[in-house]
């Protein structure tokens, strides 16, 4: 937030007050609800989180358990070739081009117009 103030010397200043607002919903929340998209490390970050929370048993931070817990959440891969998002499979989030479930982001850059 930017606050402008008026000094005595008739000169305007701008001062930065930046605040950080606490987010009410935790990283995995936030891609079931709000993310058609996800990438490694975000499906990463949520389960490290999740794990921290307490909210799932330990377990080593490896590429096969990160897959896992994506499936788990509701996650699929992009079937593009060139693509390494994740998209939200539970919420329907994904669009079918040439025989391939694939993402929104591929979507748009295949022309596509997703309406999600």
């Known amino acids: 937030m930017h606050i402008l103030s008026y000094s005595s010397s008739r000169s305007y200043e701008c001062k930065t007050n930046l605040q ?12 079931q609800l709000f993310k058609p998209v996800a990438s490694f490390g975000v499906l990463k970050a949520a389960l490290i989180e999740e794990i921290q929370l307490g909210n799932r048993l330990p377990v080593e931070i490896s590429t096969d358990n990160i897959i896992a817990f994506a499936i788990e959440i509701g996650f699929e891969k992009c079937e593009s070739e060139d693509c390494d998002l994740w998209f939200n499979a539970r919420k329907e989030w994904f669009m079918i081009d040439e025989g ?11 022309g596509l117009e997703p309406e999600f």
């Open 20 to 31: 950080m607002i606490p987010n009410k919903y935790t990283a995995l929340e936030r891609l």
């Open 100 to 110: 391939q479930r694939i993402c929104r982001m591929c979507a748009v850059l295949r």
